[in-house]
RNA sequence: CGCGGGGUGGAGCAGUCUGGUAGCUCGCGAGGCUCAUAACCUCGAGGUCGCAGGUUCAAAUCCUGCCCCCGCAACCA
C-alpha cells in the first residue's frame, strides 16, 4: 500500500469543535502522520458541512446571514485545528464554488444515467422540526421533540434510485469482509440491508429551503445536505485533475463515528456506483467518548473543548490520551484524572526520564559529546532489539488501527531502555576511570534508543518528537523518515543539548 | 420476545473472531539503586474471567439458558 487518501467527515457547523471531533481528527492526523512517515503517497481531507436547515435556522438565530455564520463557524474549526497541529492537505467547504460545480457535475450525470426521478412523498411532518418522522420514531404518535402530533403531508420532490444498488451493495461487502470495520459495524449494515432500501429523497423545495445547492435540473429545488456533503470526499481530489482523482480516490479511507454509519455505508457507496466512481477502499468507523462515564452533551454541560485540554495539558498529552485509552470501533470514556495518570505513568516517567537521564548522563560524564560505541556487550542489543522488535509491532497495528496497542508496543521498547541503565550502571561503573570506554557505549545506544523512539514516536506525538530531536541536536526533519535507522545519523562527537523534562510531572488533576 | 454495548485481581481496561500456562496500566506490600522529572529497578500479595449447564483431552474464549448494568428525544465525532 503506497497510496493513501485519508478522509475525515467535515463537520457541520452547528455546534463548536469538542472532544469527538478532536479524536476523528488525532485517529485521522496520527494516520496521515504514520502514513507519509512510511514514504506513502498520503493526502488528508477534511472540512466543514455548510447548508442544510439547520445552519440556516442557527444563522437567523445569530442575526446573521448563512454565509457569515458559515465563515465565522468554518473558520473556527480550521483554527482549531491548527491549533491542534492537524496536519490536513485540503479544508474543503461545502460552499466552495469548485465544491458546488463538482456537486452539480455528478449530480447531473446521475441525474442523465435515470437514478433520480420526481415523484410524491407523502408522510408525517412536523412543523416544529421542519421535517419527516417515521411512525416508529413518534413518541405515542407525537413529536418526541414538540409533543405535537405531526400533519400529514404530501411534498414533491427528486428521488435517487438508492434501491436499484441495493443487490450490488450487498455483494461488495460480502466480497470484502474487511470494507467496513471492525467488524460490528460491518454486521450492522448487513442487518439494514436485509430490509429493501427505499429511495432516497435528494432535493427540497426551495419555497421551504434556499441554503444549498441548486439542482443542476431544476432550479425550484436545493440538493439534500447530505448528498452534498458526501460528495466532498470526491470533490476535492477531483479539484486536484484527472490523474490525481484517478491515482488517489480509490485509496479512500473514510474514518467516521458511529452515528453517520448508515449515510457512509449505504447512501454514500450507492451514489458512487450510481456516478460511475470506484467505490473507497475502506469505512473505518469509531464509537464515541463518554466523559466521566456520561454521555458528552450540551444540556449536560460536560462538552470537553480541544482547546482547554491543549492549554491544561499540551497538544501531545491530550492526544496521548485519545490514542492509547481507547479501542478504535468501541466506546470510551474521557476522564481527566486518567489523562494525568497516562501523563505522569507513560510520558513523563518512561518517556521523558529516559530523555533526562540519557542526556544528563552524557553531559555530566562526556560534556555533551556522543562516545563512540568502543565497547560494545550482548546485552546491548538487547535495546536495539527492543526498538526493531516495536517498530514492526507497530507497524501491524497501525493496520488495524490498534492505536492503543501501537503505543503499547513503543512504551515497551522504552521501559527496555529504562531497565537498560539499571541493568548496565553506567552511573556506578563511571567511578573508575577504566571503565569510561564501557560507560560511553553504554550512553551510546541510549542516545541511538533515543533518535529511534523520536522516530518512532513522531506520529503519535509530534510535538514531543520534535522536542527530543532538538535535544539530540538533530537536524528538524530528522522525524519525517520513519524507521530504525534514525539512530545512524549520530556521528561520534555530535553535541546534544543539556536535558530540559519534556513531560514536568503533574500533581493532581486540577478540580 | 425492540436494538445495541458491557459484566476479567482494589480501580480502569486488553484478551473472546483464529479454545491450550489469565495480561496491561494504576494502586498496594517488601527490598534495591541514585544517572534521572519525589523518578528508576527487582520481588510479592491479590482473579472460581456475571451465574448455570453443554461441547472438548482442554473453555475467559465455542453452544444453550438465565441474571445484572449502560445507551437508544435533541445537540453530536
Known sequence: MDRIYLTTPIFYINAEPHLGHTYTMV??????RYWRSRGADTFFLTGTDEHGEKIAEAAAAAGESPKQFADRLSALFRSTWDECGITYDHFIRTTDPEHVRHVQEVVARVHERGDIYFGEYEGLYCTGCERY???KELVDGRCPDHRTVPDLRREQNYFFRMSRYQKQLVAHIEAN???????????????????????????RPKSRLTWGIELP???????????????????????????????????AEHVIAKDILKTHAIYWPTFLMSAGFPLYRHLNVHGYWTVEGQKMSKSLGNVVAPRDMIARYGRDSFRYFLLRESVFGLDAD??????????NGDLANNLGNLVSRTLSMVHRYFGGEVPP????ESIDREVEDAFRSAEAEIDGHMSKLAFGRALESLFRATDRANKYIVETAPFTLAKSKSEMPRVGTILRVLV??????????APFLPDTADRMVQLLGLPADATERYGADAASRIPPGHRVNAPVPLFPRLDAPPA
Open 373 to 376: 560505541a568502543s565497547c560494545p
Open 27 to 32: 485517529v485521522v492526523d496520527t494516520l496521515a
Open 177 to 203: 469482509p474487511d470494507w467496513i470495520r471492525p467488524e460490528r459495524f460491518r454486521n450492522e449494515v448487513l442487518g439494514f440491508l436485509r430490509e429493501p432500501l427505499e429511495d432516497l429523497s435528494i432535493s
Open 334 to 343: 474521557f476522564r481527566e484524572e486518567a489523562l494525568v495518570g497516562r501523563y
Open 448 to 457: 541511538d534508543a533515543l533518535a529511534r523512539s523520536a522516530s518512532l514516536a
Open 133 to 135: 418522522y417515521t411512525e
Open 217 to 251: 435540473f431544476d432550479a425550484a429545488f436545493v440538493l439534500y445536505v447530505w448528498i452534498d456533503a458526501l460528495l466532498n470526499y470526491t470533490s476535492a481530489a477531483a479539484v486536484r485533475g484527472g490523474e490525481f482523482f484517478a491515482r488517489m480516490w480509490p485509496a
